[in-house]
């Protein structure tokens, strides 16, 4: 006794979905790197914001995980949206930068954006940009799948 898969047929006035067009395809690309970035900027500024939260004058460090969880989820959105690798760059780019300018410069006053003593600050640097090299890592480590022919 033998079983059969049962045939799927399409109904006769129903028509197999179209494959997308490249200009949409290509539109959906550009839009997905074009959030990331935007959401790494203001992620970056947000976390800037954070890292000096305090309470009871303990540093609470809630800028670490945001920058970790946050940089997880922009990896992994601009990388599934465009569908390649190298989308992972242009927001890593972005938020490093902020995080490297707001680490250099000095206010009005004389007095820099991140001090050298802020250790949640410091600590979300390292933590962010590590979660960036991690992710790409694990892409890299990602073997592609076979396909038979």
Same mark, same amino acid.
């Given at each position: 006794?033998?079983?059969?898969?049962?045939? =799927?047929? @399409?109904?006769?006035?129903?028509?197999?979905? *179209? $494959? %997308?067009?490249?200009?949409?395809? +290509?539109?959906?690309?550009? !839009?997905?790197?074009?959030?990331?970035?935007?959401?790494?900027?203001?992620?970056?500024?947000?976390?800037?914001?954070?890292?000096?939260?305090?309470?009871?004058?303990?540093?609470?460090?809630?800028?670490?995980?945001?920058?970790?969880?946050?940089?997880?989820?922009?990896?992994?959105?601009? =990388?599934? @949206?465009?569908?390649?690798?190298?989308?992972? *760059? $242009? %927001?890593?780019?972005?938020?490093? +930068?902020?995080?490297?300018? !707001?680490?250099?410069?000095?206010?009005?006053?004389?007095?820099?954006?991140?001090?050298?003593?802020?250790?949640?600050?410091?600590?979300?640097?390292?933590?962010?940009?590590?979660?960036?090299?991690?992710?790409?890592?694990?892409?890299?480590?990602?073997?592609?799948?076979?396909?038979?022919?």
């Amino acid at each position: 006794m033998t079983l059969e898969a049962p045939s =799927v047929e @399409t109904p006769a006035g129903e028509l197999p979905p *179209a $494959p %997308p067009r490249p200009a949409v395809e +290509l539109a959906v690309r550009v !839009a997905g790197v074009v959030i990331a970035v935007l959401a790494a900027g203001l992620t970056a500024v947000l976390e800037l914001f954070l890292s000096p939260l305090r309470l009871g004058g303990v540093p609470i460090g809630v800028a670490v995980p945001a920058a970790v969880l946050a940089n997880l989820a922009i990896s992994w959105f601009a =990388v599934t @949206t465009v569908g390649r690798r190298w989308a992972l *760059a $242009p %927001p890593w780019a972005v938020w490093t +930068l902020i995080m490297f300018f !707001a680490a250099g410069t000095r206010t009005t006053e004389g007095d820099y954006l991140i001090s050298a003593d802020d250790w949640v600050a410091l600590v979300t640097i390292l933590a962010g940009s590590l979660t960036f090299a991690v992710y790409t890592y694990k892409l890299i480590l990602r073997r592609a799948p076979v396909t038979k022919q």
